[in-house]
C-alpha cells in the first residue's frame, strides 16, 4: 500500500505561479510512472503530465510550455511547477504512482486561479 503527502495548492493571480509535490511511502520503492492528474468544476479528471522512471516527460497539450514534472527517486517525490497560470487552471490536482498496472492515487490538494 502507499501513503501520499500531497502539497503545493493554494490560491494564485492569474500569470502567478505554484509548486506542487507529492511524496510517496509505502512498501513499493518506486513507482514504473508517476505523474499528476486534476479536474475541475463540472469537468472529468484528467491527464496533466506523467514521467516514467528513467524516461522523459510527457504533457498535455494546455500544459505543455508552462508546467514542468520532475522526479526525486530517492525521495520517492514527485513535483509540478505551475507558471503562467490561468483561470481555467483551477481544479483539484491528484498526484498518482504507476506500479505493475496498478495506480494509486494522493488525495488531492486545491488550486484556485484568479481572475
Known amino acids: 500500500q502507499v501513503q501520499w503527502v500531497e502539497s503545493g495548492g493554494g490560491l494564485v493571480q492569474a500569470g502567478g505561479s505554484l509548486r506542487l509535490s507529492c511524496a510517496a511511502s509505502g512498501s513499493i520503492p518506486s513507482f514504473n510512472a508517476m505523474g499528476w492528474y486534476r479536474q475541475g468544476p463540472g469537468k472529468q479528471r484528467e491527464l496533466v503530465a506523467f514521467i516514467p522512471l528513467g524516461s522523459s516527460p510527457n504533457y498535455a497539450d494546455f500544459a505543455k510550455g508552462r508546467f514542468t514534472i520532475s522526479r526525486d527517486n530517492a525521495k520517492n517525490t514527485v513535483y509540478l511547477q505551475m507558471n503562467s497560470l490561468k483561470p481555467e487552471d483551477t481544479a483539484v490536482y491528484y498526484c498518482?504512482?504507476?506500479?505493475?498496472?496498478?495506480?494509486?492515487w494522493g488525495q488531492g490538494t486545491q488550486v484556485t486561479v484568479s481572475s
Open positions: 498518482a504512482g504507476l506500479y505493475s498496472g496498478r495506480t494509486y
